[in-house]
């Protein structure tokens, strides 16, 4: 497969409810789907044989041999038997001049699986329904699943409606084997999020930070899981006040801090610690103002290493409406922004390639595209055309006196844009819409800023570079001012170096 291109899995089609939940995590060189009733793997390392049913399956682990002639030999370390035994997958591997299994040699097994010679090869990827080994011994998977990540070598499923309070473990090492019977230290286990006798919470997200904790995030309360549940591990309390949103709505930053949309804002913590809410002061009502639910939308959480900050969005999975904010970790801001409903964000990856043309924050849309950001582009792509950016920063409230009983005077405004030189690699400004609001109070320059309606003067700020014409000299009264900057025409892009606002007192309030 070509770098950067992308191959679909025909078995697939059909195969998933896309009007359900739907995550999907990595193991062992595949992919693992919980699609509520639909449990499914996509193989990316196995080599499949397709044959007559087998008595006895061969177990996991067991070498399978084909001597085609001497010396020339195909071998496969068996990983799983579906449950009708009528394909084998297993890691291939050979000898001599032998490249490929094929169909007109027996097989012989290690263990006390039965022989056969297959009647199709077929190499990765595959497509097969996620179930447990066959035989009877091997336990079963919940009937539905939402929830699913890898922890400690073991698929974790959870988010079963007949159980919401309940997780799943597989066997360390063996996604096929889901049965709690056994006693040794790789054995499959199934817990729940409460104390000894309670009826747990219902888990929302399962996060695991590298093979030491599995946070399990629910509606009310966040619990984590310390060490192997089968082998010294123990269930523990991060916060039991603190709910979370949703399987997404979560990312670790570059340090190993943990974000995520909580009951009352964007919280951070380290693992274990105490979660605090860092959206608390710049947006404090930012959970009643989005009123999102988990039934009707979808909060993403990533961390965008190229920009070093977080992206969060909230969409509306019915029509892809949505509200993104950008929290930067240099200057601890958010930064609000939104996007056309045909990109209202469902989900999103950052894909650490080894190509740097390939390396960036992908985000999957409501209209089946994958996008990623470009600062070269000047307008939003929605698909078979563009939308114009409307992009604007404002500054204010600010007060005009020194006194909040004193009357101030805005005598003179410059602005100097970006660019302007002759030649060079960067890229010049255009120019600038300018809105200027006065109030007698802080709160009313906030509700004309967020209305953007009968400004006391407005106008354009010639681009690039510092222009003679820039000056506004028009005399504005208040106690406070608020100014809005911004540009939403096509095809067109701006930038600033320096806003410059002198004041001078004017009088008493009156």
Known sequence: MAVGSMVKLDASDGDINTSDNLNMFEGYQKVFIANGANLKVAD??????????????????????????????????????????LNTYGYAYYAGTATAFDTSTAITGSGSGTGFTPTHVTDKPHWYDWTVYPGGESGSLPNKAYLGCLYRGRCILSGDPEHPYQWYASRQGNPWDFAYVANDAGSPVAGGDSDAGETGDII??????????????????????????????????LDLTIGMFGAHSWCFDGAGNLYFWGTNGVYKTTLPGTPECISELSLPRIVRDEEA?????????????????????????????????????????????????ECGPYSSFFYDANDDDYRDLLIGCRDGYIRKFDETAK??????????????????????SNNPKLTGKLTGLDCVTAGGASGGTQSDSDDITYSIF??????????????GTNPDVAGTIKAPGRQR???????IKGVYVGIKLENSTASETWGFEQLMADFKLSGRLK
């Open 204 to 237: 929302r997200a399962l996060i695991p930070y590298k093979d030491d904790i599995l946070v399990i995030g629910c509606s009310t309360s966040i619990w984590f899981l310390a060490g192997d549940p089968a082998n010294g591990g123990s269930l523990n309390e």
């Open 438 to 451: 006065t109030g007698k109070s802080g709160g009313e320059v906030i509700e004309n800023l967020v209305a």
């Open 469 to 475: 014409s820039n000056g506004i000299r028009r005399k």
């Open 44 to 85: 990316f390392i196995n080599t499949k044989l397709t044959h007559t049913e087998l008595t006895t399956a061969h177990a996991k682990g067991d070498i399978l041999t084909q001597t085609q002639s001497e010396g020339n030999i195909a071998s496969m370390v068996v990983d799983f038997t579906d449950e009708d035994s």
């Open 379 to 400: 307008d939003d792509d929605i698909g078979v055309a563009d939308e114009a950016i409307d992009s604007h920063v404002t500054f204010g409230p600010l007060p005009m």
């Open 293 to 341: 639910n988990p039934a009707t939308h979808r909060i993403i959480m990533a961390y965008d290493i190229v920009r070093t900050g977080l992206l969060i969005s909230i969409t509306k999975l019915s029509d892809g409406t949505s509200s993104s904010y950008f929290y930067d970790l240099k200057s601890q801001g958010f930064f609000p922004e939104s996007y056309p409903d």
